[in-house]
């Protein structure tokens, strides 16, 4: 009995702090939410020793080891940084040498390097069982220079006439060999069937959840518009990321209205790297790149928001020049590029501040004994940005930036959230007024605790310490809750009053 009548007192208590104040009703998952980690396949985890052939660790243009079993072993490490896609390399079968997939000689072959097909389905299938979703980088503009296509007779019009490259003209641009690799003539009625039912067959035949498209702007949109059409029409929600390789919007939005959902966003990852290498560095033009983005693509809330990747020197190369710490940069980069709009698409390595030049010394073997610290930081802010829909979905505003320190609102439905990064070499405090943020109310701070309580004026006083940043959610003063304790007394008071009758009624029937 007495056990009954703490469970019926427990049953309220339970129920009323299960619910959570003024949170924003969770809402359908869309690609704008995603979190994206990069990995070079060969690159990233050794997981099945059978398939090292001609491995050479000491050759950075060898292949080095990696396979999807060592990416299934690693899923946990991925999902634990808050990762919630992974974006692999091209997987299909190279020629020799191809360790970064980009040689394809079999669209419908898995690298023998990497493992089989079974494997990578079980790749994926693992990758869903844990919420998280496959992109997979498709190539359409070219091929190895040892695909059997090239010196097939009856292949010839296949491929555009072999010519150098002259970025500046559209047609070489679209026609001519990049980095002499053999140019498919995607104007070829064969060529597109073949790409499209190749496209469309790892769809059907793996349920990947998305493509990133290689060297976007070396084909022709009229390919692309019906490239996209063809691949959507296999998967509800199929995301397409082109890769637009060039530092002006302008060229990048010319690729609008031909189906692809978002672009890397190579101008913003450019001023991102310039803003963030060195303190004392004005936020203001990173800060014009939201309206820039909004004036430019069509979609900017799913642009793919990056630091580096395989085509560039790594950013902590950058700071190891500078003769700053990485970790601290570091800091500060990922909370700008987490808490803005896009989807965030961070390169394996980063978590650890990997260094790295030039091509291939940018596509170093992952190295998974190095220091978590940074590792820690990745996950927190996953978790935030998981936790609180305004920094996916919501308005963005500049409310303060000078010498490096700035102050930027995201605001969702009844969710206000407030960032504040101190790009500069000393400790900054600003103050906010009632006019950019509601009165009688305060700043919980979610990666250090911090609490900023409104004064008597309605104002705001942030303080941050050099190189540092925190994420604050605007919420009701902490207190007492009086309406809320009112309501549960009521709620006791009810159950107690019913536990008394049963307990009355039961000992009249006893006495009976």
Do not use: C
Request: glycine fraction near 6%; avoid cysteine.
């Amino acid at each position: 009995m007495k056990r009954r009548v703490l469970s019926l007192i427990l049953v309220p208590f339970l129920l009323f702090y299960a619910l959570p104040v003024g949170a924003v009703e969770k809402e359908e998952r869309k690609w704008q939410d995603e979190s994206i980690y990069f990995l070079m396949v060969d690159r990233f985890n050794n997981g099945d020793t059978s398939n090292d052939k001609d491995v050479n660790t000491q050759d950075p243009k060898a292949y080095q080891g990696g396979d999807f079993q060592g990416v299934i072993d690693r899923l946990d490490y991925i999902k634990d940084m808050g990762f919630t896609a992974i974006w692999l390399t091209p997987v299909f079968d190279n020629q020799p040498m191809g360790y970064h997939g980009y040689w394809i000689t079999d669209f419908y072959k898995t690298e023998e390097h990497f493992g089989s097909m079974e494997t990578f389905k079980k790749l994926v299938d693992e990758a869903h069982k844990r919420d998280m979703k496959v992109v997979l980088d498709f190539v359409v503009n070219h091929v190895g220079p040892e695909h059997p296509w090239v010196s097939d007779p009856e292949k010839e019009d296949w491929f555009h006439e072999k010519q150098p490259m002259n970025f500046s003209n559209t047609e070489s641009l679209q026609n001519a060999w990049l980095y002499d690799l053999p140019d498919l003539n995607t104007e070829n009625p064969e060529v597109k069937e073949y790409l499209f039912d190749a496209a469309k067959w790892w769809i059907k035949e793996t349920d990947i959840d998305g493509y990133r498209l290689d060297t976007v702007r070396h084909v022709p949109q009229a390919f692309w518009k019906d490239f996209s059409k063809e691949v959507k029409s296999v998967k509800d929600d199929f995301y397409l990321l082109g890769e637009v390789f060039d530092r002006d919007p302008q060229k990048i939005a010319e690729y609008n209205d031909v189906g692809i959902d978002g672009f890397v966003n190579v101008p913003q990852a450019e001023e991102l790297r310039s803003v963030f290498t060195k303190p004392d560095t004005s936020m203001d033009r990173l800060f014009n790149f939201w309206k820039y983005n909004e004036t430019f693509y069509e979609n900017p809330e799913v642009m793919g928001t990056f630091i580096d990747n395989h085509d560039m020197e790594r950013f902590t190369r950058l700071l190891v020049q500078e003769k700053v710490f990485p970790g601290t940069r570091w800091k500060l980069a990922l909370t700008y590029m987490y808490t803005t709009p896009g989807i965030p698409i961070i390169y394996y390595g980063s978590e650890i501040a990997v260094d790295g030049g030039e091509d291939p010394d940018n596509r170093r073997l992952m190295n998974f004994r190095a220091d978590k610290e940074l590792i820690d930081y990745i996950s927190t802010l996953g978790e935030i940005r998981q936790a609180y829909p305004a920094l996916t979905r919501g308005t963005i505003e500049p409310l303060y930036e000078k010498g490096g320190m700035g102050i930027y609102k995201r605001t969702y439905e009844d969710q206000t959230m407030v960032i504040a990064i101190n790009n500069s070499s000393a400790t900054e405090v600003v103050e906010l007024g009632s006019e950019e943020l509601a009165e009688n109310k305060e700043l919980k701070g979610l990666m250090t605790s911090d609490l900023v309580r409104s004064d008597d004026n309605g104002n705001y006083k942030i303080a941050l310490d050099r190189e540092e940043s925190e994420i604050y959610l605007l919420k009701d003063k902490s207190g007492l809750n009086i309406p809320y304790l009112v309501a549960l007394g009521t709620v006791y008071a009810l159950f107690l009053t019913f536990i008394f009758l049963v307990w009355k009624r039961g000992k009249n029937k006893k006495n009976s």
